[in-house]
């Protein structure tokens, strides 16, 4: 099996939030271009609205704001300014949600001129298709764990919910989307922040880790028989780890191949609570001990497929719940593996089991404990369809394995 890594990790996006909206405007409808979505996400971050002047968009605006044209407005603000100042400020829709001191992380707005950008995350995460620009499955189940006021959050401002604010259902879909597609990198990276005993570190500390994590993935790869195209993306890794390589010891200039590279690795983990920042507007973390005790385990593991199949749910139900609880029954899974089913159903009536089980247990986790491995969904399903061969119908994947499942009768 290929390596989990991003292979593009240019101006990624650092905050979650903008994933909701992202896969809101790629599911409204059916084909897009990658011109379009840049734009469209783009414009709706940057839209502008009016907001009362409170003591967070205050700091907000004196730390976060570089830009000229906020110079007027920060006198206005400032220590120093005559008078009370405005009651009021117009600024960009994406600028008063990072503004919360709620959010764990205030850093990482979207900026105009990168537009094209913004979406690679969205397809790296799976929840894009690269070449249509329309949502995957895995967009609509993220989207199905959001609230109505949180998919319409960017298009109208609304005040009392924030798109930024990551709920726990939300927290564990997206984790396991970043392990799946990046795992191998996250692997080695926090093993040695975590042989380091960081206290605390900062992202180019962090960043000084990635060629040796590089370096390592390729020769780890590097012993298999390697298609043209993977032989190719460990190529791309290695000159990845010579451009980072060259920003060691540099001084630190707001941006590079190293922050780059890092902070797709760092911020999203802040707002998935494995990682805390005592400063929210810093790029300084530690780690929680949520987050102490996920990479601990999964720095651990000598096998990343194994660990995903069987063994990710377990590490993670007692980080999202106070009574996590092992659930096994078949006739339980399948009814609850129904429910999903008929949200993600495709027209032919068929839906990807993976996708089933990521919603199903996203909710059932931080909603009641129950949990099961990914391995007991698909057992489950074979099995009931062993007993109840009227009920269900598969599809298989070049593999021979088990893809997607359709119901024929309500289980």
């Not at 897009?32 to 009362?52: D, P």
């Not at 044209?69 to 300014?81: I, R, S």
């Not at 707005?109 to 620009?133: A, I, N, P």
């Not at 698909?378 to 088990?402: I, S, W």
Request: net charge positive.
């Amino acid at each position: 099996m290929a390596a989990r890594i991003f292979t593009n990790t240019a101006r990624c996006m650092q905050r979650l939030g903008y994933l909701k909206h992202l896969a809101h405007l790629a599911a409204s409808r059916e084909t897009s271009n990658f011109e379009t979505l840049g734009k469209e996400l783009i414009q709706s971050a940057t839209h502008r609205v009016t907001v009362s002047v409170t003591p967070e968009i205050k700091s907000y605006i004196h730390r976060r704001l570089t830009d000229r044209v906020y110079n007027d407005l920060k006198k206005k603000l400032g220590p120093n300014a005559t008078g009370q100042g405005p009651d009021s400020v117009s600024l960009e829709i994406q600028d008063v949600y990072l503004a919360s001191d709620s959010l764990p992380s205030r850093t990482g707005k979207l900026v105009l001129g990168d537009w094209r950008k913004y979406t690679l995350l969205g397809t790296l995460l799976g929840l894009v298709r690269e070449g249509t620009y329309s949502a995957l499955v895995r967009g609509i189940s993220l989207l199905k764990l959001c609230s109505n006021r949180e998919r319409i959050a960017f298009a109208k401002y609304v005040s009392d919910c924030n798109p930024f604010a990551i709920s726990p259902s939300q927290a564990l879909f997206l984790l396991y989307c970043f392990i799946e597609r990046d795992g191998d990198v996250v692997r080695l990276l926090f093993r040695q922040i975590l042989s380091h005993r960081h206290d605390s570190f900062s992202d180019r500390e962090a960043g000084d880790y990635l060629p040796e994590v590089y370096r390592e993935i390729e020769r780890i790869e590097s012993k298999r028989n390697l298609t043209i195209e993977e032989r190719e993306k460990l190529e791309k890794l290695l000159r990845m780890a010579e451009s980072i390589s060259k920003w060691k010891g540099k001084t630190y200039t707001g941006g590079g191949a190293r922050e780059e590279a890092i902070r797709c690795r760092l911020e999203p983990y802040v707002d998935l609570g494995l990682l805390e920042k005592s400063d929210p507007f810093r790029y300084q973390y530690s780690l929680s001990n949520k987050g102490h005790a996920f990479f601990s385990t999964l720095v651990n593991c000598k096998d990343l497929p194994d660990f995903l199949q069987n063994r990710f749910f377990s590490a993670c139900a007692p980080l999202f719940s106070k009574r996590p609880r092992h659930r096994k029954h078949i006739p339980t899974l399948v009814r609850a593996l129904h429910k999903s089913w008929m949200e993600l159903k495709s027209n032919l009536g068929y839906a990807p089991i993976l996708e089933i089980s990521l919603l199903t247990l996203s909710r059932s986790i931080s909603k009641t404990g129950f949990y099961f491995e990914l391995t007991n969904s698909f057992e489950a399903l074979r099995q009931y369809q062993k007993e109840h061969p009227d009920c269900l119908r598969f599809t298989v994947d070049r593999m021979g394995n088990l893809a997607h499942v359709k119901f024929l009768k309500k289980p």
